[in-house]
Each structure stands twice: as C-alpha cells, then as structure tokens.
C-alpha cells in the first residue's frame, strides 16, 4: 500500500517523538534539556546503563551513540515493537487522530506527478529571479532597496519579479518543454473561463517563493507592484504541493534556528518575516494569508515550545491575537503555551527595525505577555463594571473561556491568575475567606481572628500531611482513591473517567495517577509504577490514612473496593464543588450579599451532607455506585447484568 503524498509528513507533525520514545525509555532528567527539545536515555535497542540515546524532538530525530541506531518516530516504532512500516505508520496514526487512507493503487502515480510540480516550481523561481535584474523590474529594485534589501539579502531570500506580461512565464516554461498542464497544477498558470491559452497568475509582482520543511518550492508570493490592484499580496492556490493551512514561510531556516536555541517569533507576513530575519531574528516565521489554524499552532508547538506571536500596534493585530487565543486554549498542554508581543502604535516589525533598530524590537519581545494577560484584556479593555451585575456577566465569560481548556492543571492556574488580575481591577476591598475563631483562641479582643498559620513539625514535613497543598480531608481521600487503584488495577478501567479528570493536589500524586492510567493494561500495574516512582508509591502506601482504608485492609475483597472507591470519588467531587462555591463566593462577596448568593453556598453544603450521608431511604443494603447516584445493592447487582449483557470489546488504550 502506498500513502497519498503529504501524509508522513502530516504524521510527523502530529505526532511528539520525545512522547512516542518516552513509553519505552526513562530520561536522564539531569542530562536532559525538555525546554529545547533535548532528551537523553539509556538506548531502548541495547543494554546499557549511560544515556547515550538522544532525541531531538523539535527535528524529530533519534540518534545512539553506542549502537548507532537512528531514525524518526515510524522508525523507532517499527523497530522497538517489531512490526512492518505500515503497521508503524498505522499504530502512530491512531495515536495522533489520523484516518489512515484507503489503499490507492495510483498513489505512487500522485508521488511522482509531486515531484514533477515541484521541478516546476523551482524553474519558475529561477526564471522569477533572473526577470529582477532586467531593465522591466527597476521600480521592483527600487522597492526593495527602500525596504533595505540590498542585492545579497535578495539573493538569499530567492526574490524574484513577475514581469507585467499576459504569458511571459507560460512561454518560459514551455519553450524548457514543460507541459501546460504541470504548469497549471502547480498553480503557476490559471486557465481562462472561454477554454483558451493559459495566462501567468502573477503580473507586475514581486516574488516571494514559499518553501516546505524541506526547503522545496511549493508555490509562490507576489506582492503588487501597482498601488491599485486589488490585491496588495497574492499567493499561489492550493494545489498537490501547496496547503496554505499546513505550512509556515520561512518554515525550514526557523526551525533550525530555533534548535540553536532562539526564541521563535510568528510575524503577520513575508517582508515582516525578512525584516526580523536580517536584523538577527532568524527563527521566524509567518502564516500565509490567512490566520493560525490549528495545523500551523501544533507545528509552531513542534518547532518550540513558547512562540511569541509579534503583533502589529493596531487594531487588526489585536484582533488577530483574539482569534489566535480562541483557537489555542482547548490545544494548550503542559510545557507548550504561546506569548504575545505588542509593538508600539501604528507599526510593524518592519518599521520598527528600520526606525529604531534590533534592539527596541528585542526589548518588545523580552516585554512579550503570556495568553492570559490577553485573555483578561480582550474581556475588560474599553468596559466598565460599575455594577453586580456587570461583574458577574465578566465572571460568566471568563469561565466559559477557562472551560475551553482541556488540561485541569493549565485550567487551573488560569484560574489563579484571573482571580489575581480580578482583584487588581476590583480592588481589595473583598476579604479573604476566614474561619470562625472563638474567642480567647484568636488575637488578643479578635473574637473573628484568623488563625495563625501553623509549621508543620520535623516529623512530618515530608509527610501525606505536610506536603498538601490543598485542604488536608481532600488529599487524603485522593491518596486512598489512588492506593485503592493501585491495590486492586482490575478497577482502572472501570473508573478511567473519573480518574483521567482527578485534579491532583501535588505532583507526586499526578505522576502516580498518569502511571495508573499508562499502565492500566500491563501484566502488573503495580511492579510498573514502583520501577517509575518508588518514592512516590512508597511515600503513598506508608501512610497511616491509606494503609487503614477498607480497600487496602481487604484486598481480596474487589467489590468492597469497588463500592468504597465509587464513594471516595462521589464524596471527594462533592467536597471540591463546596470549597470552589466558597472561594468563588468570597470574591464575589465584594459587591451586594443577595439572596442567590447565599443559595449558591447552601446547595454546595447540601450537597456535600448528601454525599457524606448516602441513601437513607433504602430498606436493603445501599452503595453508591461509579458515577456517583445512591442505589440499593440489589438494584445495582440488576444493572450490572443489563450491562454485561450488552457490553462488547472496547478497543484497547492508546499509547
């Protein structure tokens, strides 16, 4: 079977080999460098106890300095489970989202008519850049040396001039023997409505040739020499070679500056990406014509981590940043985020540069702010919030924002720093939440003190207890959530959702509920999670709390398991929706205390009694069952066997 052109590399760019190479190795976290891309392990292909296998993620290589192994993400696949090449390309395809394709027997055919385009392509370009030196393209010189583009840079940038003639490139081609047809495929020629010869899509323009990872042309841009065409930039149309929406100008030459450690920088358009280029900014790039889709945003993200998208000091590059977050925020993912550089009023890169040099445009992207400072501004700037009302409008759209990201710990953090930002405009006036202290337990005469924050003892610093970065009842609910799954990995699957959506309180509880969710289907979940995190694993079943949970002292008993972890989880969801309505009220307390307020908090506690309490109005035996709803025992026995009665295969986890 061969596969359509274009689609390894789309593989390739959906797919992270640092994640792919990962599931097989353990880093060297001291020798690694995740910011740029620089992974090191022992090799997955030898024994060995140094980290001599190294993956550069950003190009998507591998290399063993020991056994010389080497190769891309197909590669290490095919080789470290054994399997063919298709059999690789489908196992990553699934993993990244991608149907494969239907087997075609003209594929091949496609494959080679590509590499004829491209031929085409690049003559095109020679003969665009030998039209710019004629007596026809001296305005064209003039131009670019008015935008500092002397000779050399013209020369490095490929530039060329499309003469203002009807046929000049068609009768170029021709005469070289090319057929009109790969002239018009390749999207050099257009033909005209009445069926007549074709004509050349570009006249009196300068040209930008547009290349691909690879540094092959696969079309073109040409921009109007002539202050009243009715379009001041063109781009060649889509065609075999050409997806305007999966490729970046300046795509090869960025993305090897960037591995040198550069910052990348996403410009609006061509002469904005030269400008940066030659004043030292060499990793960047820009979409073409259109906004970011999300195609160029995950193949920003493959190149470096933290694009700043440098925004023209107008209304439309403001604009443009808007329609950049929109797009961002359900993709986000930890260690991958994007930061926005705004320039001064009225100017581009370009003018910049040329006005005041590379150092003031180094200065805005040193200033550049992170999303959620855009995020903020696009929901306040030019309002007024003079009102309850106004505020809790404001609150509703943030949180329907934040709800469009998918990782709870970014969605968090987010969440912080709003309620940060929210402050700053509203004031301080809002108290912080404090308990009641009765009196004589306070300050001195502070019946309503706060209590005074307490240090842990020595003992039990490094304890459950000490590390908890959130109320200590719900921590301690979640380690037992987590040792019960790891006692008894048969029920992982049967509370997959749940655990996936679990807002761990600390890192070590993460990492643990990721190694649940990895390794739910090995022989031995257990023995696997303790080769990856012993400290962790170790510090979590040692604990007093978990080690005296009815799961653990039972653990040949998987219903009681079942029916204790099912509850663990419905309480543990009941007491977080309490303490969020608490904290979301406090901020809101700020304004009028109205009768929807106090209803909001009495529900949350209602609610959490519920979960605490369970059925009380069953006669038989009561469990809560999975998803949280009290059913007697006997019911939920019932529902079982309607269930299995109908359950099929699921497809396996993919990894």
């Known amino acids: 079977m061969s596969l359509p052109p274009g689609f390894l590399d789309e593989l390739r760019t959906r797919v992270s080999l640092s994640q792919v190479v990962g599931r097989k190795v353990t880093w060297d976290m001291r020798k690694s460098n995740m910011a740029k891309g620089d992974w090191w392990a022992p090799c997955p292909f030898h024994q060995e106890k140094s980290a001599s296998f190294h993956v550069d993620d950003r190009k998507g290589f591998y290399y063993c300095f020991g056994c010389h192994a080497k190769g891309d993400a197909v590669t290490f696949i095919k080789e470290n489970d054994n399997v063919s090449f298709m059999e690789a390309v489908e196992i990553l395809a699934r993993e990244a989202g991608m149907q494969m394709p239907a087997r075609d027997p003209r594929a091949a055919e496609k494959a080679d008519r590509r590499t004829q385009l491209s031929q085409v392509m690049e003559e095109a370009v020679k003969w665009f850049r030998l039209q710019l030196k004629t007596t026809a393209a001296a305005e064209a010189r003039a131009y670019l040396e008015k935008r500092r583009l002397p000779p050399p840079a013209q020369d490095r940038w490929d530039i060329g001039f499309a003469p203002d003639q009807r046929q000049g490139l068609f009768q170029a081609l021709t005469q070289k023997g090319i057929a009109p047809d790969l002239i018009v495929d390749a999207g050099l020629c257009a033909r005209p409505d009445d069926?007549?010869?074709?004509?050349?899509?570009?006249?009196?323009?300068?040209?930008?040739?547009i290349r691909d990872a690879r540094g092959r042309a696969i079309s073109l841009g040409g921009r109007a020499m002539d202050p009243n065409a009715r379009a001041k930039y063109l781009n060649g149309p889509e065609t075999d070679l050409f997806d305007k929406g999966r490729n970046l100008y300046n795509q090869a030459p960025a993305r090897e500056a960037a591995g040198k450690g550069l910052p990348l920088i996403v410009a609006e358009g061509y002469m904005d990406v030269i400008a940066l280029s030659e004043a030292g900014f060499r990793a960047t790039v820009?979409?073409?014509?259109?906004?970011?889709?999300?195609?160029?945003?995950?193949?920003?993200w493959r190149i470096h981590d933290e694009p700043i998208i440098a925004l023209d000091g107008d209304t439309a590059g403001f604009r443009a940043a808007l329609r950049v977050i929109d797009l961002a925020l359900p993709l986000l993912e930890a260690g991958k985020g994007l930061r926005f550089a705004i320039l001064p009023q009225g100017m581009d890169p370009d003018d910049l540069i040329k006005a005041q040099g590379a150092p003031a445009m180094q200065k805005v992207l040193d200033a550049a702010q992170p999303m959620v400072n855009l995020l903020w501004r696009r929901e306040t700037e030019g309002k007024v919030f003079d009102s309850p009302e106004r505020k809790a409008a404001l609150d509703k759209v943030l949180r329907a924002a934040l709800k469009k990201i998918a990782d709870p710990s970014i969605r968090a953090h987010y969440g912080e720093d709003i309620k940060r930002l929210r402050l700053e405009l509203f004031g301080q006036n809002a108290q912080p939440f404090r308990p009641y202290v009765?009196?004589?337990?306070?300050?001195?005469?502070?019946?309503?003190?706060?209590?005074?924050?307490?240090?842990?003892?020595?003992?039990?610093r490094a304890s459950l207890l000490g590390s908890a970065t959130a109320p200590v009842e719900e921590r301690l609910r979640e380690a037992v959530i987590l040792a019960t799954l790891v006692i008894?990995?048969?029920?992982?699957?049967?509370?997959?959702?749940?655990?996936?959506?679990l807002d761990c309180t600390g890192e070590d509880h993460a990492l643990l509920r990721n190694l649940l969710l990895s390794h739910a289907d090995a022989s031995d979940p257990r023995a696997e999670i303790a080769a990856a995190a012993p400290a962790a694993l170790d510090l979590l079943l040692s604990h007093p709390h978990v080690r005296n949970a009815p799961a653990i002292l039972n653990i040949s008993d998987r219903e009681k398991a079942e029916f204790a972890l099912a509850q663990d989880f419905f309480i543990l969801q009941a007491e977080r929706g309490r303490r969020r309505e608490i904290e979301e009220a406090a901020l809101d307390i700020e304004g009028v205390v109205d009768e929807g307020l106090t209803w909001r908090i009495a529900k949350a506690n209602e609610a959490r009694a519920e979960a605490h309490r369970g059925p009380q109005d069953k006669t038989g035996e009561s469990v809560i069952s999975a998803n949280g709803v009290a059913l007697d025992k006997e019911e939920l026995e019932e529902a079982r066997k309607v269930f299995d009665?109908?359950?099929?295969?699921?497809?396996?986890?993919?990894?």
């Open 195 to 209: 069926g007549g010869a074709p004509y050349d899509r570009f006249r009196g323009r300068i040209i930008f040739p």
């Open 438 to 460: 009765p009196r004589g337990q306070g300050r001195a005469g502070g019946r309503f003190a706060p209590l005074q924050p307490i240090a842990p003892m020595p003992s039990t």
């Open 645 to 655: 009665s109908i359950r099929f295969d699921r497809p396996s986890r993919r990894h």
């Open 488 to 501: 008894h990995p048969g029920l992982i699957r049967q509370f997959e959702s749940a655990l996936e959506t």
């Open 286 to 300: 820009a979409p073409l014509g259109t906004a970011v889709t999300e195609d160029q945003l995950r193949l920003l």
